[in-house]
């Protein structure tokens, strides 16, 4: 019977350190995770869009300066898509803004390779003016990911 208790003893140890150790080595990737690195991302993010707008870039609507500019801000590790939206003044007053018809929609990538599933997306909108005038309003959605 002594023998028996000390081989259930043996085993029930040996099943407790197997326990441990599975729990240990499940649990090691889990510290490891950056949870501020999408917050990080989406405060570049935002941060372009701002320079890109308070330097009047993106009212300017011209593709080659804001691929220029975009790529000369963007941090190199990152990859980026630019997709601006222009509206038109429906009416003289610019109660309502349809999607331009003079200045089509256009997508502007830095860095192809993208990670869809590792992407944050910012918004800016801005507005264009001419002889003090509302133009056109357009709306900027920023895409950002790591390369």
């Given at each position: 019977?002594?023998?028996f208790v000390?081989?259930?003893d043996a085993l029930l140890a040996t099943t407790i350190a197997i326990v441990i150790l599975i729990a240990t080595y499940t649990m090691i990737p889990k510290g490891q995770e950056d949870y501020f690195l999408d917050d990080y991302k989406t405060k570049i993010a935002n941060d372009i869009l701002i320079?890109?707008?308070k330097s009047n870039t993106l009212e300017t609507n011209?593709?080659?300066l804001i691929q220029n500019s975009l790529?000369?801000?963007l941090p190199n590790n990152y990859g980026a898509r630019l997709n601006v939206y222009v509206y038109e003044c429906a009416t003289h007053d610019c109660d309502n803004f349809?999607?331009?018809s003079k200045v089509a929609p256009y997508v502007i990538?830095?860095?192809r390779s993208m990670p869809e599933k590792d992407s944050v997306l910012a918004k800016r909108s801005f507005l264009s003016f001419e002889n003090n005038r509302i133009k056109y309003y357009s709306l900027a959605e920023l895409r950002v990911w790591l390369v």
């Open positions: 019977m002594k023998g000390f081989t259930l320079v890109l707008d011209d593709e080659t790529t000369s801000i349809v999607l331009s990538t830095v860095n």
